[in-house]
């Protein structure tokens, strides 16, 4: 049974928008954090933001001002808005939920970003 699922990403030419979505499924219970991490090939995967079920928000310098995160808390879903992108955003992005009985990964999406 798939938990977590991811939807968005794809091709976008620099300086376009792309959103990411989350929705964790009925049955995680007690999600007190999600975040976006991205891992581009041959690199680590780094944290780009986060967000508490209580609203507060973090980023990663690289995409402070142009990326934001977002969490519809009563259907579990998490929003990443993404403007003004260049070609050192692309990435697999992926989702990550924290809740009662521990943490779940998206299955990551491909966001390219190229002229």
């Known amino acids: 049974q798939v938990q977590v699922v991811q939807s968005g990403g794809g091709s976008v030419e620099p300086g376009g928008s792309l959103r990411l979505s989350c929705e964790a499924a009925e049955n995680i219970a007690g999600i007190t954090y999600m975040a976006w991490y991205r891992q581009a090939a041959g690199k680590q995967r780094d944290l780009v933001a986060s967000?508490?079920?209580?609203?507060?928000?973090t980023y990663a310098d690289a995409v402070k001002g142009r990326f934001t995160i977002s969490l519809d808390s009563f259907k579990d879903i998490m929003f990443l808005q993404m403007d003004d992108l260049k070609p050192t955003d692309t990435s697999v992005y992926y989702c990550?939920?924290?809740?009662?009985?521990?943490?779940?990964w998206g299955e990551g999406t491909l966001v390219t970003v190229s002229p």
């Open positions: 990550y939920v924290l809740y009662d009985h521990g943490y779940l």
């Open positions: 967000v508490t079920r209580l609203g507060t928000t």
